[in-house]
T-cell receptor, first 114, second 114 residues
């Protein structure tokens, strides 16, 4: 059974710092991995999607990497800003199924202090 | 603007009183699903639908029903709500085309069953 773990559960950093959020999954048979941002009262917003054949994806100050064989993904945030404060979730889509079902981690709560 | 719209956003009800949470998407997506989010458990899938009139159970379907009579709508029905269904609910949609699997989420419905 696929399990997704995110460490740390919470992180507080000063503004401007570069930071890394970690995600690990137990079954390497995945179709893709997606990073989301969750803001209170605003649902989930997709940040980056990495297909199983890809190693990384970049969007602005965000860079996500995927090492499928070791069951790990990292989300790198450069030059963090207070507006980056949110909960970050990673989710994997298991391979072999016809659905788009996602298995989620429990998230990392990020606070960027001004 | 691409949107997944859930209503209501907040709902307080009593045990046994039937309720429906609506979900609508404007992206012509084939795939829609419902998740619930609970502290320490992350998001778990309740039901999903691959297309009109095609629905199936997710990981935690007990106590819920869904229907997909139109492509854009996917309501979640609680026939006899119980306190253990107090949770934050999210509707999501995505295309089933390979490479276009980014999932879009609604803003969430916070349900309290007394």
């Amino acid at each position: 059974k696929q399990e997704v773990t995110q460490i740390p559960a919470a992180l507080s950093v000063p503004e401007g710092e570069n930071l890394v959020l970690n995600c690990s999954f137990t079954d390497s048979a995945i179709y893709n991995l997606q990073w989301f941002r969750q803001d209170p009262g605003k649902g989930l917003t997709s940040l980056l999607l990495i297909q199983s054949s890809q190693r990384e994806q970049t969007s602005g100050r965000l860079n996500a990497s995927l090492d499928k064989s070791s069951g790990r993904s990292t989300l790198y945030i450069a030059a963090s800003q207070p507006g980056d404060s949110a909960t970050y979730l990673c989710a994997v889509r298991p391979a072999g199924g016809a659905t788009n079902k996602l298995i989620f981690g429990t998230g990392t709560l990020l606070a960027v202090q001004p | 603007e691409a949107q997944v719209t859930q209503n209501p956003r907040y709902l307080i009800t009593v045990t046994g009183k039937k309720l429906t949470v609506t979900c609508s998407q404007n992206m012509n997506h084939e795939y829609m699903s419902w998740y619930r989010q609970d502290p320490g458990l992350g998001l778990r899938q309740i039901y999903y639908s691959m297309n009109v009139e095609v629905t199936d159970k997710g990981d935690v379907p007990e106590g819920y029903k869904v229907s997909r009579k139109e492509k854009r709508n996917f309501p979640l029905i609680l026939e006899s709500p119980s306190p253990n269904q107090t949770s934050l609910y999210f509707c999501a949609s995505s295309s089933l085309w390979p490479g276009e699997n980014i999932q879009y989420f609604g803003a969430g419905t916070r349900l309290s069953v007394l």
